[in-house]
């Protein structure tokens, strides 16, 4: 598996990715969330956006310096190449990527209570963010402003030390 930057003409595939990446949730009785919108495409653009190729796109990240930290917008890893390591590995990637730019960490909000978010990513080093800095802030305030219950969302950070 190969991790990448994506190029712009596989972004429509990226979207694919997503949606499919997505459909889990139906069976956690979330199917707003099943059924929302890819990111766009002009949106996609002005990120920073890796993928996990073989040889085709199978997942992708996309992350900002937001405050100090690479700020995490998008893991998606499509279902039928879940639960092998590549989310992980592109987390990595871009921890990696953040550090040579001499930013402290990755940062990222999720579902609190969803088995492939939050305990994931727990599980990957990252902790809660008691006192969210002001761009995190902006992030939750702009999520809650989409229909997202900021009582089911979660802001996480990664230090470098706090990687497995």
Do not use: K
């Amino acid at each position: 598996m190969q991790i990448r930057p994506a190029l712009p003409a596989e972004f429509p595939t990226l979207q694919a990715i997503e949606v499919a990446s997505g459909e889990p949730f139906r069976a956690h009785g979330m199917p707003d969330i099943a059924d929302d919108d890819p990111m766009p495409l002009d949106v996609l653009r002005g990120l920073h956006v890796w993928v996990a190729a073989d040889p085709e796109p199978v997942a992708w990240i996309a992350a900002e310096p937001v405050d100090g930290y690479a700020h995490v917008e998008q893991v998606s890893v499509h279902p039928d190449h879940a639960r092998r390591g590549i989310g992980a590995a592109l987390l990595d990637h871009v921890q990696d990527w953040a550090a040579a730019r001499g930013l402290r960490g990755l940062t990222l909000t999720t579902f609190r209570a969803i088995p492939w978010n939050a305990p994931y990513y727990e599980r990957l080093g990252f902790r809660e963010v008691a006192e969210p800095t002001p761009g995190l802030a902006a992030i939750v305030a702009a999520e809650a402003a989409r229909g997202l219950d900021p009582a089911e969302r979660v802001c996480l950070r990664r230090s470098p030390q706090q990687g497995v």
